[in-house]
Structures are given as structure tokens and as C-alpha cells.
């Protein structure tokens, strides 16, 4: 199993949250911890390094940050697992995420904050709300129901490469999404726990604009990919 699994870390300034993020690793179940530098000031790379992962640099953008890290994973990995690096997703739950893929019971697995416990302050509305709404256009527009578009997934390799991914924004989990519905992959959502980050601000729900602009990014991402 330790040969099979690369965790990718999409981090732009995280240097606050970062070392304990990779610490907290599965290290016994994952051939590597991958931290993709998404051109951090903060010396985000520097800490990832320090606490034992693998660092690459990217451009800017999640997305593009997502890509680069699932082509530079070691050629043994047939699993990737993406998580955030701000500490809000719960490590415990890796099994949860990884288990159903590694077995061969499903090719693409999310975790639903949705449906998990999730720490007070953690989502904001604007958040609930989006993933209440996109959930449902997704099942009108591709037949599935998701009920969250969180960061924390696994993905067997082969899978992710038929998806034929475009998108180098916050629409990157949108996007992977409907793909894994388009290629038929077999996908499992699963309730996971999310706590607050450990610190700093968010790229996206800590700013009104960026917010703006990712909302319209996302309903961007279902309008394209549609057929």
C-alpha cells in the first residue's frame, strides 16, 4: 500500500499551518507527501520541506497547482489524494478517502463536509449554500448527487488522465467532478469531518471578491463542461 498512494498539497501561503499539515501524514500508507508551492512569499516551501515533504512549484492557481502535482507523483503511485494545507481537513479520515480506491471498490472519492461534523466557523453560509446549489444543478445537468465540492478526494491515477482536465482555477474540483461522471468512473461521496484552518485567511471565503470571482469561475466550469 506504502508504494501506491501520493497525497498533493496545493499551498499558497500556508507557512503557519504547513509543517503540521504534512507531520500529520498517514507515513506508513502513502509512498510520498507531495506540497505543490503555488508561488507562497511566506516561505511555505521552505516549512513543507522541513516537515518531510516533496516541494515543486507551480503557477499560480489551484488548479494548476492540482495538475502539476498529480504529473510529477512517483510513477509507483496508481492513488492520488488531494488535500488542503491549512489544516482544516481531518487526516483521520485518510482510510475513508484512500480505503475505497486502493481496494478497488470505486475510482474517484470525495469527502462531504456536508455531510460529516464539521467545527463551528469552519463553513460559512455562503459556503453551504454554494455547495447545496451546485450539488443540485449537478445532478439536473449530469444525473449525480453530490453535496460538496470539498478539496479532500482520491482519485486512481488512470481515472484523473481519461478526465482530460482543463481547468487551473478554483473550479479544478467542479471540473473533476463532472468528469468523473462523464467517464463513467465509479464515485462514492463519504461524510468527513473539517475543522477551522489553523491559520491565516482563505483564498476564496475570506474575501468578497474573490469569492465573486470564483462563484462565477465554478458556474463557468458546469456551463463548459457540459455536452
Known sequence: MSSRVSVVIPAL??????????RS????????CLVVDNGSTDGTGRV??????????????????????????VETSDVLVFLDGDGSDVIADFETIAGPVLRGEADFVIGSRIRGRRERGSMNLSQVFAAHLIGALVRVMY???YTDMGAFRAVRRSTLERMGMTERTFGWNLEMQV?????????????????????????????????????????????????
Do not use: H
Open 143 to 145: 444525473g449525480f448527487r
Open 179 to 227: 468528469r468523473a461522471v462523464q467517464v463513467g468512473a465509479r464515485i462514492l461521496e463519504v461524510p468527513t469531518d473539517y475543522r477551522c484552518r489553523a491559520a491565516g485567511e482563505s483564498k476564496v471565503s475570506g474575501d468578497l471578491r474573490a469569492s465573486v470571482k470564483t462563484a462565477w469561475r465554478i458556474l463557468g466550469v458546469l456551463v463548459r463542461t457540459r455536452k
Open 13 to 22: 501561503n500556508e507557512a503557519e499551518s504547513i509543517g503540521a499539515v504534512v
Open 25 to 32: 501524514m498517514p507515513w506508513g500508507a502513502i509512498a510520498e
Open 48 to 73: 513543507a520541506r522541513a516537515a518531510g515533504a516533496r516541494v515543486i512549484e507551480a503557477p499560480r492557481g489551484y488548479g494548476a497547482a492540482c495538475w502539476a502535482g498529480a504529473q510529477a507523483a
